[in-house]
């Protein structure tokens, strides 16, 4: 009894459209064995220490397990250079991953439960129609069915090819693992994108209905509060962003990396295993998806940060109207700052400049690389 009532004290119970939303992405992060948080009863909470000791001890076994089979495969159609590299890379990137992504979700156990907490918070404020959390739904499945079934075939390659079927369900458990993580964020970005605009849609309403009050004493204070719980909400809404820019910062640098330095040995394993036509297609394909993937998670900055661009706009026109109270013109002008400062939160990821042109840096910096391999092999 008591144990429910400190759940309700912390005001983690989540609403059933919310868990609508989370309950795809929920069941995917069992799934790659990452669970960030747990919801029992509607009830949201970080996860305990003893379920963060098991899951690290379960990745140092993986670990291990990962690193004595790669250790016994061998291909005879790989140089002995090239096989180094191979098993360097699985060893480094693959294997690691599963470490990596526990020891974020332990240091992360916190951030990712106020992160959906803010996000329900903004939401009950901005009344979210339910077309729009049929959508978001919806689109989580999507991505999940799609990834899923990508694996799916990728496995079935390998079976044809008659490939050690266990190296490849434990390399690909791996890379599962990576892309689930990157799609648990663009969703949550996207869901804070259309808050964005939601909440500037408000804004901008608000702003017609001051001209209409202004005059009316009453009204004009119940409108003040009005505009100081906007802006609460607009202050919830960077700190969520905030909150997905940490938990972000290391995975997209990790899969920056990985993609850039997988591609390359995919080239020279082309170039020199050039009769297994499947299998070329099988390496080509995961390059593809990896770039698909950035390009849809820059793509969601990039319209985060037109959303918040916007609002600058939006509270400059205000400002200048020169039609609404004092109180008013120091909401909107505190309004501004925080959007510049969120614009700047935006495009920064310490060494990676999340925008438009992320994908378009990352494919110019393996063609340079593509052609230095290519010449090396043919000239």
Known sequence: MNENSNEFLLDNKLTSDLQRFLRPLYIMQFVSFGPKFLIRDGFITSNSTTVNIIRLCFAICYFIIYIAIVSIYRIKYFSKFLLNVMIFSH????????????????????????????????????????????????????????????????????????????IFIFLHACLLMNDLNLIYIIRLIVVLRKATVVWTSKLEQMYEMENKTLKCEGRHLRQTARWEKIFKTYIDLIEAFHAGNKILEIQIIYFIILTFIQTLINVQVVIEITMFDAAVSSLFSWSIKNIFLLTVLSWEYENSYIAHKNIQVVCLMIKCSGNVSSEVYLVCKQLWRESVGVCELLNSHKFFKVDAALPLRLLSAIIVYVIVLLQFAFL
């Open 91 to 166: 060893l480094l990137y693959y294997g690691s991953s599963i470490l990596l992504n526990s020891i974020l979700i332990t240091i992360h156990n916190d951030i990712n439960v106020k992160l959906i907490l803010k996000i329900q918070k903004i939401h009950r404020f901005l009344k979210f129609q339910q077309n729009a959390y049929k959508n978001l739904i919806v689109g989580n499945w999507i991505f999940i069915i799609i990834i899923f079934l990508y694996y799916f075939m990728i496995i079935l390659v390998q079976i044809y090819l008659k490939r050690p079927i266990l």
